[in-house]
Each structure stands twice: as C-alpha cells, then as structure tokens.
C-alpha cells in the first residue's frame, strides 16, 4: 500500500524549534519530488516546502523562508521539516504529499498537529 | 503570486443534486488545475487534476472543466459521502503552489 506517515508534531514555546518527519512505503520514494503543505485550524491550505528527488531543487514559501529547512533520506525512505524560531502562525496540521510529474500531489499523509504556545 | 478565489464558500445541496463549484486564478493557468476533497480531520484526497483528468479509483459523478482562469467542479449525483470541503489547487507557479479558500458542501 502507497503510505506517507508524518510524526514528530506536538507542543512548542514560541522561539522554539521542532523537526517532523514523513515516512514513505509501497513505492520508490527517491523517484518523486516532495512537499509539505499545512492548514491551520479552520483554515485553508497552505504550500509550505518543496524538495527534488535528489534534494537538488529546494523551494520555501515567503512565510517561512530562513526558518525551515526540509531535507530527505532517500536510502530511509523518509522526508523531513525542520522547523526554527517557530512563531504562533505556525500553529497547523502539517502534511506531506507525493508529487508526481505532470499531476498534482496524488497521496498524501494523515497529518500531524504543530501548536506554537506559550 | 497567484491567487485563487472560489465560489460559493460554502452551500447546502441534498443528496441526488448537481452541484457546481466555480474556481478562478488572478492569471491564466493553462489547464495546471487540480481538485481535492477534504473530511473533517482526514487529509485531502486527490480528486481532479489537469483541470479535466479523473485521478485513478474517484467516481466518475466527478468531473473538471476549464483552462485559463475558470474552472469548475461538478458533482453530477450528490451522494452522501460527497459531503466535504472542496479545493482547487493551481501548479501552473510550480513548485509554488497555491490553493483557493475551499467550498463547503453540507447537508440540506
């Protein structure tokens, strides 16, 4: 079964930081370039991060430029966001996605919960 | 960047109805064009993309039309498990994508 399986949110004082983490099954991760995508709570979506197959391509939206590195493990299978100087508007479900050539992001994660408070 | 709106925000149909679902980009995005749905608390699930290209296993009541900068969605058969929140989403900027605000279907 194709499966992404995001962990690693939870609860973190402002100014902190945080790293999540998405783990790839039931296809060849190192074939497909990857994102996070986020949705604050009963809020719309949000592009967050994009990575290349290879991590030769790397892009960040405006709003966390500086901040949040992503970076992948092809050899583990896995995606990473690792989250700096965190801030209260950083408060969301955080999602992974697959995205295939030539398509939109076809499977994506159950999400894990980041909450930026003090 | 650019910005999507959709149209309505949110409405009430019954199931058996045709709904339609109206997107548009600030600028002309070809066809780089896809829909999803969302539950509450689930991820969003690929429904459309390409502006028209059924994503594999979705139900052929679905369906996309458009290019440019209007789009539409339209759910020719309104069943129960319809019931979600719906967004478009332009990768014509790829990578930088952006989605509309999304449109809620509830139950009448």
């Known amino acids: 079964e194709v499966q992404l399986v995001e962990s690693g949110g939870g609860l973190v004082k402002p100014g902190g930081s945080l790293r999540l983490s998405c783990a790839a099954s039931g296809f060849t991760f190192s074939s497909y370039s990857m994102n996070w995508v986020r949705q604050a709570p009963g809020k719309g979506l949000e592009w967050v991060s994009s990575?290349?197959?290879?991590?030769?391509?790397?892009y960040y939206a405006d709003s966390v430029k500086g901040r949040f590195t992503i970076s992948r493990d092809n050899a583990k299978n896995s995606l990473y966001l690792q989250m700096n100087s965190l801030r209260a508007e950083d408060t969301a479900v955080y999602y992974c996605a697959r995205d295939p050539p030539l398509s939109a992001f076809d499977i994506w994660g159950q999400g894990t919960m980041v909450t930026v408070s003090s | 960047a650019i910005r999507m709106t959709q149209s309505p925000s949110s409405f009430s149909a019954s199931t058996g109805d045709r709904v339609t679902i109206t997107c548009r980009a600030s600028?002309?995005?070809?066809?780089?064009l896809a829909w999803y749905q969302q539950k509450p608390g689930k991820a969003p699930k690929l429904l459309i993309y390409?502006?028209?290209t059924l994503q594999s296993g979705v139900p052929s009541r679905f369906s996309g039309s458009g290019s440019g900068t209007d789009f539409t969605l339209t759910i020719s058969c309104l069943q129960s498990e319809d019931f979600a929140t719906y967004y478009c989403q332009q990768y014509y900027s790829y990578p930088r994508v952006t989605f509309g605000p999304g449109t809620k279907v509830d139950i009448k």
């Open positions: 600028q002309g995005i070809s066809s780089y």
């Open positions: 990575i290349s197959s290879s991590s030769s391509y790397i």
């Open positions: 390409a502006a028209s």
